[in-house]
């Protein structure tokens, strides 16, 4: 499923990005492109930023 739409970027490959260190919406767009065009996937963007931190601080605690 696209995230972003005028950036044609998938959800698979934000959270790729996001697992490789993207922390904020900006260097989500820098590593994919998604969210650099309208922005109105950035609310979705976000979501999965706290999505996947949220992952990552449950593995480390755990
Ligand atoms: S849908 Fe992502 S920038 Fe437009």
């Not at 739409?5 to 900006?26: L, N, Q, S, T, W």
């Not at 820098?30 to 999965?48: F, K, L, P, Q, V």
Request: hydrophobic fraction near 35%; charged fraction near 25%; glycine fraction near 10%.
């Amino acid at each position: 499923m696209f995230v972003c739409i005028c950036a044609r970027v998938r959800d698979c490959e934000v959270r790729d990005v996001i697992r490789c260190g993207a922390r904020c919406i900006e260097s989500v767009g820098e590593a994919s492109d998604a969210g650099t065009g309208c922005g109105s996937c950035h609310d979705r963007i976000a979501e999965m930023i706290q999505e996947e931190t949220a992952d990552t601080l449950v593995g480390v605690s755990a």
